[in-house]
């Protein structure tokens, strides 16, 4: 048995792609499920309603696609052009730490309009800088990005926790320790009245749109598709790797940070060492799902929201344990990779 | 203050440490070491390091031997390391993605199935671990008797297989055959070994080492599982692999220079504790493996075909 | 004579190419057999079916009257099989005792036993003239040290049958003289042997037997003492192709002229002091074995290195280092010597191909965005004035041929009027009908007025392309003389570092 490539993939092919893999992950989840003693279709209607069975349950599954969004981008973008950024993690948290603690004192510096925006943009700042350290590391001394990346997202979360134990701690607050609150003007609107859901998510979709938009058309996309595909080439033809690269990683790590800027202004206005439950690492499994498409990165994050969102539900309901949703998405990332080699090659006798 | 700082180095206590540190890492980096040099980079180990921790103490919780556990926990190991195999040796696909998705897919398993044998409680429920082994007249010597021979069997049992698998690589055949399949897979092809079957069979090997590196976190250093408590120790694994020039000698040097750093930072942090924040201490060992990555990169000689998917008839 | 192999009715299709179309073919005891044919013949796909690293769909493979499972280079082996490969299968990072005994012990072995392989080794070497270190880092030897290894690789293993794939492609002239002595002793000694080769004046000298393939077929069957060289010329390409001629026409001025150049690329052998100067309307060839420094010159004036001494004059004006845009801009075209790795990228398109080096002239782009039609428009005139079959502006570049890639390749240099134009090994790997063409490209070229500076180990390309020639051998040139007056002696002796001055 042997693979052959493909000349062509089917349009069809590569659409039914992801439909399949979550497929196979629900029917292989669908095992766990039956071990934990509960019955499988029950569960997954259960999952499904629970994402999107009230208005408040689909407000909270919007809200919570909205961070991944934005993580599934940082991770399409960097592995568009073979930088294995690991470290969306690390990059959110660090985004908003500089969002909270720049929040609660730029206020009266600030006009109350670009106070938001400003702060966004502090937030990807710090997200990109804390992926160019790595990046640096790989073009000066030719080190892996994989494993310091994925290193820097501890260090990041340990900063943040010395941060908000020490000079960004809120005095008033009671319990697990946490950032002073930003200023009240810089806090995201919501998008529905009485709900989670803020401006956050228009943020998280016109990024994806810019990002199509840029990947398409754009001289920058053009070349950072080719480094990616085939840095050699590419500097044969006169791409500069260097160039391509920090663009690449002040984007991507920019989008990180972004997330994690979002998340703090939108939702509670503070930051603490719990606010992403892996959103960074969820991330990857987006843009794998999406194919790196950044369109197809919106449909995907709202799928894996779905999967979290309702398996809460399900879980306090049926007794199944609330880790299934990181299985399922776990599980899609393995069948994904494995649909679209199929895309890509034929199975031979 | 100074004196205090480097008296520690002078505690049997801090020696003592730095071997039960060293442990897992040394099984981790021995088994990333074994998938690294037949081509295959194994990022699974995360995840597949958690898992070992969470299934070896669930055997032993059940009231199964202490060795049981780790050998169910080598065995787990082996079964994903066999999905990692498959994935990307029969198939192709990347190392990189894979592995994470692996990592991702382990630790999750992990905490699922922990979650369904174990309700959640108060305080996690504990076992009791291996205990010390004492060795004769060796265990009784003044300073060193504390300081290294006062550790729990599986810690012996890691400092073996380093010698036995630096040995099995230099002057076996299969070393030889490992070797030359993570050199150049055709080269191995052309002299009739089957570089496919000789990945599968490091990766498993080397992900059953992983999962024993991950017992030995709830067997023998502690007595409980939690979920997050890896703590990175997986991807402290890989930068050893590097530092460590893959050669095995080096690896167990590595894990010992590495806990060292972080048992010296766990009792310097006593010391010194109200001046500098905690974090900064942990920060240390972390900091140290991507130093120590930087150092390894200039010397270093990657087995050429490491991450390079091996298809035939593509010459 | 006995027949120690048979190869059966061996077909093998990939995709929709089909390499062998069923072959059969005999070996005899002690017969030193040439497997001839042009490139895409099919030859290395029917060596590699029988060492067992690719399977055949039909036909069978018979050793010393013992049929062969299919895919295992294992059986191969134990039948006593041996294959030199044409890109040695060797691991750099291990030595040469290593590189000979992987696989050859039994994987529960405790010990690998070193002192048993060193006493046959050493007396293999003696016994065949392959005298090597043996506990030498393979990566840090020679060319031809490397092949000595992959020789005794085979005879190691106790082979009765040897392939050697292409095996004087790296080596000079009087190298590849002392290599068929070599294998002409071994045929005395009781080996049987195949070699595949496309050069026929060796096959003519060396070989007892030819069996020339053309399109996957066996089209012939000679002694060499029956035939001539043009008729297996003409055996493997299957008609009279007619290259191009060169005509002699009046050469412009100066365009570009190099002054003692040092260079030195990362992991390439450096240039040392090399002058050399191309004339517009005409091609100066620089002819050379693989590995002699072809790959920093070509580096060099594409732009991918800096000149570290010497001094580098450009349309008269003086360069101190080339940059892959400022080539382009400045009307210097590119064909780069591997089409797979430099030339394109195989899962874009042919207008991104097309438009990759100069996407930022306002032709292409404006304001950073990227101008599509345009875009096409250029892949669409260059398919068509340079007759590239099998792909659309935009399909993938991966999906057309070898020839057509590399015809695409030259188009899109020579479609904007350059005024010099650097090519490295533009025929290499090419079968017969896309050599003409791309021959006939350059001279239309040359005809137009463009410089060419023309790199290639292909003696035929110097021969029938270049006004004057250069050799390059470990890094140096030789000076120039006319292609009237490079008889193959001559240029024999160049190749080997042998001129005025040296």
Redesign the interface.
Known sequence: MRLERRSQTPVGMALAAPVGAIAAALALAGILITIAGAPVLDAYQRMFMGAFGSRLQITETLTRSTPLILTGLAAAVAFRSRLWNIGAEGQFYLGALATAGLGAKLGPFIPAMLLVPSLLLVGAAAGAVWLLVPLGLRLRFGVDEVVTTLLLNFIALLFVSMMIEGPLRDPLAFGWPQSVPVDPAATLSKLVARSRLHTGLLIALAAAITIWLLQARTVFGLESRAAGLDPATASFAGVSLVNVLVRVACLSGGLAGLAGAIEVLGIKGYVTTDLSPGYGYTGIVVAMLAGSHPLGVVLAALFVAMIFVGADGMSRALGVPNAIADVIVSMSLLTMLTALLLTRYRLRR | MIWDCLGILATAGLWAAVLRIASPLIFGTLGALLCERSGVLNLGIEGIMSFGAMVGWLTVYHGFDLWLGLAVAAFAGAAFGLLHAFLTVSLGLSQHVTGLGITLFAASLSIFAFRLAIPVSGSPPTIVPFQPIHLPFLSDLAFLGAALFNQTAPTYLAVALTALIGYVLARTPLGLAIRITGENPHAAEAQGINPIQVRIGAVVAGSALMGMGGAFLTLSAFNSFFPTMIQGRGWVCITLVVFASWRPERALAGALLYALFDAYQLRLAQVVGKMVPYQIFLMIPYVMSILALLVASRRARVPQALMQPYRREER | MTVVLRVEGITKR??GLVANDDVTLDLHQGELLALLGENGAGK?TLM?IL?G??VPDTGRVVAFGQALPPGK??AA??AGIG?V?Q?F??????TVL??I????????????DASRARRKLTELAQRFGLIVALDARVGDLSVGERQRVEIL?ALYRDTRILILDEPTAVLTYQESQQFYAILRSMATKGLSLIFISHRLPEVMESSDRVIVLRGGRVVAERRPAETSRDELAELMVGRRVARPRRESQPSGPVLLDAEEIDAAPKRHMKLTAVSFHVRAGEILGIVGVSGNGQTALAQLL???CAPLAGRLTLFGAHCPRL???SC?ASGIG?V?EDRN????????ALW?NA???R??ERRF?IA???RKRPGLAFAAEIISRFDVRGGTPTSEIR?LSGGNMQKFIVGRSLATAPRLLVAAQPTRGLDEGAVAAIHEHILAARRAGIGILLISEDLDDILQLADRVQAIVAGRLSPDIPVTAADPRRLGLMMAGVWDGA
């Not at chain 3, 005994?101 to 690998?112: E, K």
């Not at chain 3, 790795?341 to 874009?348: D, H, L, R, T, Y």
């Open positions: 990939f995709g290395t590699n060492f690293h690719v280079p294992r082996i134990a294959m490969h890109h299968a060797l691991a750099a990072n291990l290593e590189n005994t992987a696989g050859t012990q039994s994987l529960t072995r405790w010990r690998a690789k594409s732009g991918q940059w892959p845009r382009v590119r780069p790795n430099g030339g394109a990228i195989g899962e874009m991104e438009v990759l080096e996407v930022r782009s950073g965005l990227v999906l």
